[in-house]
């Protein structure tokens, strides 16, 4: 289905979250993502450009579609625009409720892990990338 060479785009961890992340993509209720821009420093990435493909991973570590970034942008979290946070399909109608969620997702031991900073906290100045995005297969 996914040409092997693409890079990856894992989203959440693997489990429940990345499960409804990936149908969401699937079925095309997802065309957003956001990310800290710290993470792609800590893992050494590079930061998502218009028209770059890939692979979307699913908990069992298998792709299962390609997604191409259509646009890219750095703000800090407490100016992530409602139009790009409903879009990102994990039913949020307001700026409270998905930034709520999305600190718990941030503040979660296995995220502050993989920062490898046991106190990680975002503040409105953090600064996170906003990525949208379209399903290619």
């Known amino acids: 289905?996914?040409?092997p060479s693409l890079p990856h785009a894992e989203f959440a961890f693997p489990g429940p979250l990345r499960d409804a992340l990936v149908a969401a993509i699937l079925d095309g209720r997802k065309t957003t993502t956001t990310s800290l821009l710290l993470e792609y420093a800590v893992e050494g990435e590079e930061l998502?450009?218009?028209?770059r493909r890939q692979a979307v991973i699913d908990?069992?570590?298998?792709?299962?579609?390609?997604i191409e970034t259509?646009?890219?942008?750095?703000?800090?979290?407490?100016q992530a625009p409602l139009a790009h946070i409903v879009d990102e399909g994990e039913g949020?109608?307001?700026?409270?409720k998905?930034?709520?969620?999305?600190?718990?997702?941030w503040h979660s031991h296995a995220m502050r892990s993989s920062l490898r900073d046991p106190e990680f906290a975002v503040t409105d100045q953090t600064v996170v990338v906003l990525e949208r995005f379209r399903l290619i297969s």
């Open 1 to 3: 289905m996914t040409d």
């Open 48 to 51: 998502p450009v218009a028209g």
């Open 59 to 66: 908990s069992n570590d298998e792709p299962v579609a390609v």
């Open 70 to 78: 259509v646009h890219v942008e750095q703000v800090r979290l407490d």
């Open 92 to 96: 949020h109608t307001t700026v409270a």
């Open 98 to 105: 998905w930034r709520e969620a999305h600190e718990q997702f």
